[in-house]
């Protein structure tokens, strides 16, 4: 039988500890676990920097102890994942568990790792009696985030029996929290805020020009600095003008190229960020691909990058060193409006200034608005003469400037983090998860509606919310309401079965797998129309959206000016061109038919697009892709969704419509994923293997992460990508893009004007190039992989050409060269010949 649980015996072994890692507790580290190993809540709001992750670990620790499960939340999936290998590190792989709606590895464990959104779904569906003791939400300032702010909410009203530790760098004022978490847990709640810095920071602002305030910073020995910028673009830029001047000394510029000697930076964008990073410049934000934001990262960790320009992102939860945070403006655009930062978005970012263990001292600079700097450096030239001085006129802000400059950065700094706002939503799925629950179920939501955080009238507007979902689901069949003839009590029960978290992971993923049955497996695109229905459940890429109805309204001018239509109706039609939907009008009507026997779908719904098709059909890379649409700045965002396609295509697609095309087809995108960044699917993979947990932490002290696997070791994928390469030269020659196909082939000696003088050779005989189904199949592709047939490390090819006499006789002979193909991470074609066979 284990021993009791000794609070005294648990606080000196955790400050033990904790002192014997060179991390001895600050008091309000001290007192934050004493309050833990009482029993008590704690909402800790803290500056950043002062050790509010110690904390947690201690918290944790202390559930151990107790032999109760303890949930650490965070609100996105990196930093989950950071926690949970960080964790791994201190009680062991078999001690901690991580579940993200994507990612499950060791559930059961006593110390789970999770995003918000899954402890408050469970916290619906299991109510007090959810197997937890403890809760860490971290970053709880979300709290007040429109979209998602109710998964921090939920389970503060669903779990009474539970321990909070509440944390962040910004939560303002929490009295009324730490009321409201006492009376609904029956725990004592300890405040601790208002604690001074270990790092202290000093602010000013800067009227110089930023590349003289950055030098400055520089000589003063204040540098790494943040710049941060409020769009992706504004950084890549400042840092660009930047390389300008000297960053780093030929010493560090020699370490940073010695040790990122071995990646391989694989896009337009890697070429221009290897420059920057080897001048001691970084950039950071999140349409960066994840290997890139991680090298930034490693690097800035060693302090070899002395100016880093990037977005927010270094906000939530990254441990980057940084000494000076330099803000390029007080406003920011929100999706809506422009306007002034809150003070709750300044103290977050100011906070990343000077972090314990690597500085003395933390400084904030803002700089003054361009115009504002202009004028003063024109008065300062003018000097003490009257006349011009009367003569001077000022340089106005640019249209639409939203004021703003020294009095507001100054008030800024005084302002304490607006007061947190309750964002308190009513969904199908918490009605459905309080369903499952069982027992009183009206009792069960009344008081979830009615005992939460959101005024009166928001309660009241939340009840018929609630009311009205639950008939529609009534009226669906998929509640049934049921009353007791004897005793008059009325029960609810579900009619369906639900998956687990089935509002997390893909929640339309059944209704994919009705439609899956309604496509003609006979039919040559059969492989693509299933692509084309799980892109249509996964969240919109916005950015490639964009671009396509870009490319498409272009595309679609010069068609209507080939027409001689006129200007007036060119504008009308255009109107109408949007992204490609492929099978819009199935999905439609298929969604439209399970929505009335599934209404819990209306939380969601569906988004036909065609992303992984289009990349498909058009035969390109994934440089090729992001260079085609413009997409530089999102190329992170691309790869991010056609992992998620990949994955949803392996787990969601039943084994027995996985015919050899569709196969092709998902080997295919899961090698152009990982050969573009393969952390995105290593991580994905070593989670899903707990044996491999302890070497990706080895792996996450690497500068460099290991190279991706060679990619002829996957001879299926590569094949694919071998036939996608060739079948792009067939269909550019079928739109005789004689330059396109001269870019691609001339450092092999076949030129554009090679390949017209091919194509008019062919043309003397057939009047087209085919480019549908049947023209990309592997039946018009020989292969010689037999190295005596091409010569060592060569494979020879014959793509045929789909002329409209079906005589299958002209094509293309190229051979694929195998090193270089590993070594690009693509496969490497070169075209020897266009004739007749």
Excluded at 128 to 147: K, L, R
Excluded at 230 to 241: H, P, W
Excluded at 747 to 767: E, L, S
């Amino acid at each position: 039988m284990p021993a009791p649980f000794d609070p005294d015996a648990a606080y000196d072994a955790f400050a033990t500890w904790a002192a014997g890692r060179g991390t001895p507790l600050y008091p309000a580290q001290d007192e934050s676990i004493m309050a833990i190993v009482s029993g008590e809540n704690v909402i800790l709001s803290t500056p950043t920097g002062t050790g509010k992750s110690l904390v947690a670990v201690g918290a944790h620790a202390v559930a151990l102890a107790q032999g109760v499960r303890s949930y650490y939340t965070a609100p996105i999936k990196a930093l989950v994942s950071e926690k949970f290998f960080d964790l791994v590190g201190i009680f062991g792989a078999e001690n901690v568990g991580m579940v993200t709606g994507d990612s499950s590895v060791n559930p059961e464990a006593p110390i789970i790792c999770a995003t918000a959104e899954i402890l408050a779904n469970l916290a619906l569906r299991e109510g007090a009696e959810t197997p937890v003791g403890q809760v860490v939400m971290d970053e709880f300032h979300f709290y007040a985030e429109p979209d998602r702010g109710w998964a921090w909410q939920v389970p503060i009203l669903a779990l009474p029996a539970v321990q909070f530790v509440l944390m962040s760098a910004t939560l303002g004022d929490v009295d009324w929290l730490a009321t409201d978490l006492s009376r609904r847990t029956g725990r004592e709640t300890t405040v601790i805020t208002g604690v001074d810095r270990p790092v202290p920071l000093s602010y000013s602002y800067a009227t110089t020009p930023i590349q003289e305030t950055v030098e400055e910073l520089l000589q003063t020995q204040r540098a790494p600095v943040y710049i941060v910028h409020f769009s992706q673009l504004a950084a890549i830029e400042r840092a660009q003008a930047l390389s300008s001047i000297k960053v780093a000394s030929r010493e560090v510029r020699d370490e940073i190229a010695e040790l990122i000697g071995g990646f391989r930076f694989t896009t337009a964008f890697g070429k221009t960020l290897s420059r920057l990073i080897r001048m001691g410049i970084g950039v950071h934000h999140a349409g960066m691909l994840p290997k890139y934001r991680r090298l930034v990262e490693r690097l800035a960790q060693r302090g070899l990058l002395k100016v880093i320009c990037g977005t927010d992102t270094l906000g939530v939860g990254i441990n980057v060193p940084i000494r000076t945070v330099l803000l390029s403006a007080l406003t920011k655009y929100d999706g809506i409006r422009m306007r002034q930062l809150t003070a709750r978005e300044f103290h977050q970012i100011a906070g990343r200034a000077g972090r314990a263990g690597y500085d003395t001292a933390g400084t904030v600079v803002v700089q003054a608005p361009e115009h504002e700097t202009e004028n003063l450096k024109a008065l300062a030239k003018i000097g003490d003469d009257p006349k011009k001085k009367r003569k001077f006129m000022r340089k106005r802000a640019p249209e639409g400037f939203v004021s703003w400059g020294e009095p507001s950065f100054e008030k800024l700094i005084a302002a304490e983090p607006e007061r947190l706002t309750s964002q308190l939503r009513v969904t199908h799925a918490m009605v459905l998860n309080t369903i499952a629950r069982g027992g009183d179920v009206f009792g069960t939501l009344r008081a979830l509606l009615e005992d939460n955080h959101e005024p009166r009238a928001k309660q009241r507007e939340l009840i018929r919310q609630a009311l009205a979902i639950y008939r529609t689901l009534r009226t669906a069949g998929v509640v049934r309401q049921i009353t007791d003839d004897t005793t008059g009590e009325v029960s609810i029960r579900l009619t369906v079965d639900l998956q687990p978290n089935f509002a997390l992971n893909q929640p339309l993923s059944p209704f994919a797998l009705a439609v899956y049955d309604l496509l003609d497996e006979e039919s040559p695109s059969f492989a693509l129309d299933v692509v084309s229905v799980t892109e249509a459940i996964l969240d919109d890429p916005r950015p490639v959206l964009s671009a396509q109805k870009f490319v498409a309204r272009g595309e679609a001018v010069q068609a209507m000016k080939a027409e001689g239509i006129e200007y007036e109706q060119r504008m009308e039609l255009l109107e109408e061109v949007m992204h490609p939907k492929p099978l819009e009008g199935l999905l439609g009507e298929a969604f439209d038919t399970y929505r009335a026997s599934q209404p819990w779908i209306g939380d969601f719904d569906i988004a036909p697009k065609s992303v992984v098709r289009d990349m498909y059909e058009r035969a390109m890379s994934f440089g090729e892709y992001i260079a085609f649409y413009k997409l530089a700045r999102s190329e992170g965002l691309v790869l991010r969704y056609l992992s998620d396609a990949y994955r949803t295509l392996r787990s969601t697609v039943p084994d027995e419509l996985k015919n050899d095309d569709l196969l092709d087809l998902i080997e295919w995108l899961g090698e152009l994923v990982r050969q573009t960044d393969s952390s995105v699917l290593d991580e994905w993979e070593s989670l899903i293997n707990p044996d491999a947990v302890l070497e990706a932490l080895d792996d996450e002290q690497a500068v460099v992460p290991p190279a991706p696997r060679l990619l002829t070791s996957n001879p299926r994928a590569f094949r694919i990508l071998v036939r996608n390469e060739l079948f792009r030269r067939v269909s550019l020659a079928a739109r005789d893009a004689f330059d396109e196909l001269g870019e691609l082939d001339a450092a092999a000696g076949f030129g554009a004007d090679r390949w017209q003088a091919a194509m008019d050779d062919y043309y003397d005989v057939h009047d087209s190039v085919g480019i549908g189904p049947h023209a990309r199949s592997a039946a018009l592709l020989i292969l010689e992989e037999d190295e005596k047939v091409a010569g060592p490390g060569l494979w020879r090819a014959r793509q045929i050409f789909d002329d409209p006499a079906g005589d299958h006789d002209w094509g293309i002979t190229a051979e694929i060269d195998l090193a270089a193909s590993n070594e690009a991470g693509v496969a490497v074609v070169r075209v020897l010949a266009v004739d007749q066979l």
